[in-house]
Nanobody, 122 residues
């Protein structure tokens, strides 16, 4: 059974940092792209960052220069380093997987984690 499990969320003050992790199990994801999405209350699930199967990366404009996505294939884990956090970054953060290339639409992903809450106080 394929599972994606996010961790690392929490409460942080504006300007602070958090590192999210997404650990995969049930299969290897060497030929999969991974994406991070976020969803604030009452809003749609939005793309944040993605990394493809050969580690090319892509970011939403709102997080470019502040967030960094990376992967450790040996650990089957993807990370999202979030710096200079803002209150508007508050959301549930989800990781997702799809074959090969990054997509920015949530519906293009095959596997999803349960999410981890990130709250940024002002």
């Amino acid at each position: 059974q394929v599972q994606l499990v996010e961790s690392g969320g929490g409460l942080v003050q504006a300007g602070g940092s958090l590192r999210l992790s997404c650990a995969a199990s049930g299969r290897t994801f060497d030929d999969y792209a991974k994406g991070w999405f976020r969803q604030a209350p009452g809003k749609e699930r939005d793309f944040v960052a993605g990394i493809d199967w050969i580690s090319n990366t892509y970011y939403a404009d709102s997080v470019k220069g502040r967030f960094t996505i990376s992967r450790d294939k040996a650990k089957n884990t993807v990370y999202l380093q979030m710096n200079s956090l803002k209150p508007e970054d508050t959301a549930i953060y989800y990781c997702a997987a799809r074959r090969l290339v990054i997509a920015t639409m949530a519906g293009e992903y095959d596997y999803w984690g349960q999410g981890t809450q990130v709250t940024v106080s002002s």
